[in-house]
């Protein structure tokens, strides 16, 4: 077995492990050609074109900037212009299979650790 299918599969299975369902492979493979539509089309081009991250807000090339379901596919999401969104790369492996109110609820314990952190005097910036 070649090395990116194992990596395929590690990911399947860390995915299940989370707790997510698997709707069948032949649903994955339909959304995966719809998101290659997608991708070419001159919407989404528009969208690479601004430049931005939907999650962080940062400025990238169109060029580092990925496609994102903010309903994962593998959690029943569709590949749909209300429900992709331009993320760079860090934020996109970041958020792997959460959905949006999971995203929010990580980014809200992240700032929390950084506060506590910060308060007991554990500054990390230097």
Do not use: I
């Amino acid at each position: 077995m070649g090395k990116s299918r194992r990596n395929k599969r590690a990911s399947h299975k860390e995915f299940m492990a989370f707790g997510g369902f698997d709707d069948g492979q032949d649903a994955l493979k339909a959304e995966r050609e719809k998101a290659r539509e997608m991708r070419a089309s001159q919407w989404w081009k528009r969208q690479l074109a601004k430049g931005v991250c939907h999650y962080c807000g940062r400025e990238f090339k169109p060029s580092d900037l990925t496609m994102d379901h903010l309903v994962p596919v593998a959690r029943g999401g569709k590949t749909t212009k209300g429900n992709v969104v331009c993320a760079c790369k860090e934020c996109n492996n970041q958020k792997k299979y959460l959905l949006p109110m999971e995203w929010e609820q990580y980014l809200e314990s992240l700032d929390k650790d950084r506060t506590e952190k910060t308060e007991a005097g554990e500054d990390d910036s230097a």
